[in-house]
């Protein structure tokens, strides 16, 4: 064998080995969960779950947004991601068994600071406003007043019920 024949098969090895390990860490790229917030979180047991395997559950027979804001001293403030999710964020255990996955996600949950509520429920019922705050652990004595989109006071907040793709600001006084 010539210098040129080993410097070609070395060469040639070279690249099978470069392009092996490219392929083994674009597979495993695709294996990991990406860095959004709806991709993956961690449980109670430090196991990973797939929030898009959560959402396409058979179990689920309710699904719907809404949304709030909260406002004080005339500011908007951000709503806390991962509320029914994060244990920091999730005080009220009592709706558990109504979540898409026993004691890993609230059926009342946010997945990031845009304000949406998500209800998602293995049950048809009703959800009120108070149950989610109840969820995240907000003190009510700070509500000041609670609006719909259309600038209505909602008198009963607490046990007001959800509606599919409702707008409700919380005027608060103090931190939330």
Same mark, same amino acid.
């Given at each position: 064998?010539?210098?040129? %024949? ?6 040639? $090895? ?17 294996? %990991? ?6 991709? +993956?979180?961690? !449980? ?11 959402h396409?559950? #058979? ?9 709030? &804001?909260?406002?004080?001293?005339? =500011?908007e403030?951000?709503?806390?991601? *991962? ?10 255990h ?5 979540? #898409?996955?026993? $004691? ?8 990031? /600071?845009? !304000?949406?509520?998500?209800? *998602? ?6 959800? /009120?406003? !108070? *149950?989610?705050? $109840?969820?995240? !652990?907000?003190?009510? +004595? ?8 259309s600038? *209505? =006071? ?8 959800? &509606? ?9 006084? $103090?931190? #939330?």
């Amino acid at each position: 064998m010539t210098l040129s %024949q080993k410097h070609l098969f070395l060469f040639a $090895g070279a690249g099978l080995a470069a392009s092996g390990a490219v392929t083994m860490l674009l597979i495993y790229q695709g294996l %990991q969960p990406s860095g959004s917030s709806d991709s +993956a979180l961690l !449980g109670e047991d430090d196991q990973q779950f797939e929030l898009e395997e959560i959402h396409s559950s #058979p179990k689920l027979v309710m699904h719907i947004h809404a949304h709030i &804001a909260i406002i004080q001293d005339g =500011r908007e403030m951000v709503v806390p991601k *991962e509320i029914g999710m994060s244990s920091e964020l999730w005080k009220d255990h009592s709706l558990d068994e109504f979540g #898409p996955s026993s $004691g890993l996600i609230a059926p009342m949950h946010t997945h990031d /600071t845009s !304000g949406t509520i998500h209800v *998602e429920s293995t049950a048809e019922r009703e959800y /009120t406003l !108070g *149950e989610f705050l $109840g969820i995240w !652990g907000l003190d009510s +004595a700070g509500i000041i007043q609670v609006t719909n989109s259309s600038g *209505e =006071r909602v008198q009963d907040y607490w046990n007001h019920v959800l &509606a599919r793709n409702e707008e409700l600001v919380l005027e608060v006084s $103090g931190q #939330p």
